[in-house]
């Protein structure tokens, strides 16, 4: 039984929520004090985190990135801010969907099962991510720690950013299409905002930058994304 942390501090949609995730027989589970969200995430070890940006104290784009420094676990955000700044930024903190208010419940529930499935379920259980480090040009990822690693520098990826990278890194060289690497991320495209995987390449870019691989996934305009592996030679 996966656990879903449901952070909303309206008390009437939280109820909703965590009802309906125990209706489709999850454990679901309410942040009850809104002052320290990342030790009830500690203490709940939830499997996915449902988690809204109107927030006390803090917003919901600070706890993402409080919650990115010890797990990577999958991040839904459920607000009212329906601008595109507001879905970037919630990507960019480190979120892997996002869902505006007022939302379908059917629509939230389509969701959480298609990042479950993908991240434990059986779509994971099905194509399981290689335990062994997969390698290309010096460039090392590792599925059991999520992580990527070149020269001697190593940084952690999120779980649509290590899918993201693995695509490219086995595909090194060629041009993969962005219909190709929404489908590899997510499983109901249907409802993924085509902007969303922008702004997984674009993290996956600066990442990059970070370990010092620079320009290395390139935008083949009309066709996708390649993975430029030209860094070998030292340019």
Same mark, same amino acid.
């Given at each position: 039984? %996966?656990?879903?942390?449901?952070?909303?501090?309206?008390? +009437?949609?939280?109820?909703?929520?965590?009802?309906?995730?125990?209706?489709?027989? %999850?454990?679901?589970? /309410?942040?009850?004090?809104?002052?320290?969200?990342?030790?009830?995430?500690?203490?709940?070890?939830?499997?996915?985190?449902?988690?809204?940006?109107?927030?006390?104290?803090?917003?919901?784009?600070?706890?993402?990135?409080?919650? /990115?420094?010890?797990?990577?676990?999958?991040?839904?955000?459920?607000?009212?801010?329906?601008?595109?700044?507001?879905?970037?930024?919630?990507?960019?903190?480190?979120?892997?969907?996002?869902?505006?208010?007022?939302?379908?419940?059917?629509?939230?529930?389509?969701?959480?099962?298609?990042?479950?499935?993908?991240?434990?379920?059986? %779509?994971?259980?099905?194509?399981?991510?290689? /335990?062994?480090?997969?390698?290309?040009?010096?460039?090392?990822?590792?599925?059991? +720690?999520?992580?990527?690693?070149?020269?001697?520098?190593?940084?952690?990826?999120?779980?649509?950013?290590?899918?993201?990278?693995?695509?490219?890194?086995?595909?090194?060289?060629?041009?993969?299409?962005?219909?190709?690497?929404?489908?590899?991320?997510?499983?109901?495209?249907?409802?993924?905002?085509?902007?969303?995987?922008?702004?997984?390449?674009?993290?996956?870019?600066?990442?990059?930058?970070?370990?010092?691989?620079?320009?290395?996934?390139?935008?083949?305009?009309?066709?996708?994304?390649?993975?430029?592996?030209?860094? /070998?030679?030292?340019?």
């Amino acid at each position: 039984m %996966y656990r879903i942390l449901i952070v909303e501090d309206d008390d +009437k949609i939280a109820s909703i929520l965590h009802s309906h995730m125990e209706k489709f027989g %999850y454990a679901a589970e /309410r942040v009850t004090d809104f002052r320290d969200i990342k030790q009830s995430f500690l203490a709940s070890k939830p499997d996915m985190v449902l988690l809204d940006i109107n927030l006390p104290h803090y917003d919901g784009f600070y706890w993402c990135r409080q919650i /990115r420094t010890v797990s990577n676990v999958p991040i839904i955000f459920l607000s009212a801010r329906v601008g595109e700044m507001d879905q970037v930024m919630a990507i960019e903190n480190g979120g892997d969907d996002y869902i505006t208010k007022p939302f379908h419940l059917d629509v939230v529930i389509a969701k959480v099962k298609s990042v479950l499935r993908r991240t434990y379920g059986e %779509y994971a259980g099905a194509n399981p991510m290689p /335990r062994d480090i997969l390698n290309v040009a010096g460039l090392a990822l590792d599925a059991s +720690k999520n992580t990527m690693e070149w020269n001697g520098s190593r940084i952690d990826l999120s779980r649509n950013e290590f899918l993201l990278m693995e695509c490219l890194v086995k595909q090194a060289d060629r041009i993969i299409t962005r219909e190709s690497l929404l489908e590899a991320l997510w499983d109901d495209i249907d409802f993924v905002d085509d902007n969303t995987l922008t702004v997984n390449v674009t993290r996956v870019r600066k990442k990059l930058e970070e370990l010092g691989i620079v320009k290395a996934v390139e935008t083949i305009r009309g066709q996708g994304y390649r993975l430029n592996t030209s860094w /070998r030679d030292g340019e």
